[in-house]
């Protein structure tokens, strides 16, 4: 009997550290959270933690334009074949403030090395939770950038004059993604200028 009570005890502590241990997903923070999935529904923190970007970022709601970004500069394969990352990832509508639909089209379909650099800008060749972000003066990016980072109330970082982290903490297989409320980099803004209607 007490060898059967000790095994118990042993396999329901051992059951108890798989799931408080590193491989668990951190609680997400930040204001825009409560619009992406969670719980079970698909897209949600714990089915994203070991998925790679290609398919993790594809299933963040508000992250369409960036993904589809990746996609065109042909830059998904660089980000998961490296060890570990962060990605700091503008929101569709980030990218809606920043740049014309026109202008974006321009990227995306013929200026691709442009495009390569811009998001390069937001990929930290580190893996580092919103905490990390938040003790850190600065990270360097990988077109060679550094961004100063400062802490900001509700657990938030804050990335150089205007971007912030709003749903912090997604776990990947090869790192984090944190979303961002604004495009880093230095390409001038051209929402709202000679947008042709599509």
């Known amino acids: 009997m007490r060898r059967t009570l000790a095994l118990v005890l042993a396999v329901s502590l051992l059951a108890a550290a798989g799931c408080s241990g590193s491989d668990a997903p951190d609680a997400l923070s930040g204001p825009l959270c409560t619009e992406l999935p969670k719980g079970d529904e698909p897209g949600n923190p714990t089915a994203l933690a070991n998925a790679p970007a290609s398919e993790a970022l594809s299933w963040i709601t508000v992250l369409t334009t960036f993904d589809g970004a990746l996609r065109a500069a042909d830059l998904l394969p660089e980000?998961?074949?490296?060890?570990?990352?962060t990605v700091l990832a503008p929101s569709d509508d980030a990218f809606a403030a920043k740049f014309s639909q026109d202008n974006l089209d321009e990227l995306m379909i013929k200026d691709k090395d442009t495009l390569r650099t811009l998001l390069r800008a937001h990929i930290v060749d580190k893996a580092l939770s919103v905490s990390d972000l938040r003790d850190a003066d600065s990270v360097k990016t990988l077109d060679?950038?550094?961004v100063r980072v400062s802490k900001v109330d509700e657990g938030m970082a804050q990335l150089g004059d205007e971007a912030r982290t709003v749903c912090a903490d997604y776990r990947i297989a090869n790192g984090r993604v944190h979303v961002i409320n604004h495009v880093l980099g230095n390409l001038p803004t051209t929402a709202g200028q000679g947008d042709s209607g599509h």
């Open 144 to 146: 060679g950038t550094t």
């Open 79 to 85: 980000l998961e074949g490296k060890q570990a990352i």
